[in-house]
């Protein structure tokens, strides 16, 4: 009896919680990025049957709950592309706090497809046929999850990327710095 409560009270915290038991968290570092990082979708797949980012292929191969986690001290850049079918728009959260879709598309074709066998999602983001955005994250930790927001196709189900860069710090902007640094030492000297 007691097996029996506590198997309905860890369906019930899991239906709470969503109704996914299963999740599957990436732990990036900042060696991974730069790194494309895949994203699937498919409705029918797994426990999560839903059009949430999921655990299909790429990992434990289950269909669980996929989400990115990372820590920064810098400013990230953060692109999101579908690569599946044209016409399909990503819905992203970081934290649990929506950063909002990718871009809508107009697709003619959503048969043309970069993730169908070996995904390249430098040619799907430069793509105007596939949905794509660019977000800011600042300094912390975040928890990038996602789903399929729209899709083109009726299949729910498609493939994407996600890839997190450093903000760049402008050549001019090091210089300047160099130079203040090189003043206030000189202004220092006088000083003594």
Known sequence: MIRKLTAIAGLSLALAAGGHANATTINLDPSSFGIWHTIDVDDSYGPSFSTNWADIATRAN????????????????????????????????????????????????????????????????????????????????????????????????????LQITPIPVPPAIVGLLSGLGLLAGAARRRRA
Do not use: C, M, W
């Not at 706090?97 to 970069?114: C, M, P, R």
């Open 62 to 161: 289950d269909g669980s709950l996929l989400s990115y986690r990372f820590s920064t001290t810098q400013d990230l850049l953060l692109k999101v592309v579908d690569s599946g079918f044209t016409g399909d728009v990503f819905k992203v959260f970081d934290n649990g706090v929506e950063l909002g879709n990718t871009s809508a598309t107009v697709a003619s074709d959503f048969i043309k497809a970069y993730g169908s066998s070996q995904a390249d999602f430098d040619a799907a983001y430069a793509d105007p046929d596939f949905s794509k955005r660019l977000f800011f994250l600042g300094a912390g930790t975040h928890v990038i999850t996602g789903l399929l927001f729209s899709s083109e196709n009726g299949f729910n189900a498609t493939v994407g990327g």
